[in-house]
């Protein structure tokens, strides 16, 4: 494998609001050179915001119920989004925060960063946990339908179990900050 991987050459397809689409040609490790179609994605951060203490009993954290139509109906999920340009992962959290739920974190904390499905896109996930939580007005952007669903840990679980939460980077939250962040 004598060969250096990467972009051989690149075409953009298209150039949307949220999404590009590219057609690139790739050298791949042994070598030899193939198509791969690629969506670019500014990539996103995902609050779990704790209304309670997040590391005593229970503790009650906040979900937003949101018109998504991909999934063709609501979805509960933890409040996420996009960064404006210039803005790092905390800021667009702290600002996600605001817009989806009116809420404030007095203490925001990164947990985790990764890869959404990085066999088509480059979109990259920020996971932070956010307490000391004041609320104030929503700042809905205009195409976002959201209601805020305060639940307990206990309760957000059984819904990841049951398949009642189906977003699967709520999911990852959730049974993250239980696992790893709520116990001390």
Known sequence: MSEATGTVSSERIFEGRVVTLNVDQVRFPDGRVGTQ?????????????????????????LLVRQYRYAADGYLYELPAGRPNPGETPAECAARELREETG???????PLLSGYTTPGFTDEKLHLFA???????ETQFDPDEFVEAYPVTMSRALEMVRSGEIEDLKTSLGILFVAGFYCRG
Do not use: M, T
Not at 41 to 54: I, K
Not at 103 to 109: I, K, N, Q, R, Y
Not at 130 to 136: F, K, M
């Open 37 to 61: 179609e690629i969506i670019r994605h500014s990539g996103a951060s995902v609050v779990v915001p704790f209304l309670s203490d997040p590391h005593g009993g229970d503790p009650q954290l």
């Open 103 to 109: 809420c404030v974190a007095e203490h925001l904390e």
């Open 130 to 136: 956010a307490h000391g939580i004041s609320r104030h």
